[in-house]
């Protein structure tokens, strides 16, 4: 499928989810399969492991706007379903980053870059996602910055 571990290791889920006969994990499985089979396809390329995580990553990003949604509007067993399918995306996520570990990163990627205040932040962002993914969610990245550089 691509030379991303993350990739393989979605292929080996699937094969196992087979043989169990677990449909719902199958289900999730192959669309977060081909997910990132359309995308090698519309890139003509194999991804690599970053390039992975960050469609995994979207897909949960998707799946808890879902669980908000459905809560908000008492869907509680579409609900249930959505927080089954974010558990079996997490599995092939890396651990979130504690803020402790995102300050430092941040930090550092202040002083490489001589950011100076807040109109730095576009800069800062970029190379803080870059080193974070998957790992941060992006609104939590923008916050921590935000307050690095003004405060």
Not at 126 to 142: H, P, W
């Amino acid at each position: 499928m691509a030379r991303s571990e993350v990739a393989a290791k979605l292929q080996q889920e699937v094969i196992a989810a087979m043989k169990a006969k677990d449909k719902a994990r199958l289900g999730v499985l192959r669309m977060l399969k081909a997910a990132v089979k359309q995308v090698e396809v519309d890139q003509r390329r194999e991804l690599e492991d970053a390039d992975v995580l960050k469609i995994l990553t979207s897909y949960a990003r998707k799946v808890k706007d879902q669980i908000s949604s459905y809560g908000d509007a008492g869907r509680h067993e579409l609900k249930n379903a959505a927080e089954a399918e974010l558990l079996i995306v997490g599995e092939f996520l890396p651990a979130e980053m504690t803020d402790e570990e995102l300050t430092a990163i941040i930090a550092e990627v202040v002083s490489e870059t001589g950011a100076a205040g807040p109109q730095d932040m576009g800069k800062v962002m970029k190379a803080v996602l870059g080193r974070t993914v998957g790992r941060a969610d992006g609104g939590r990245v923008s916050a921590l910055v935000k307050k690095s550089l003004v405060g």
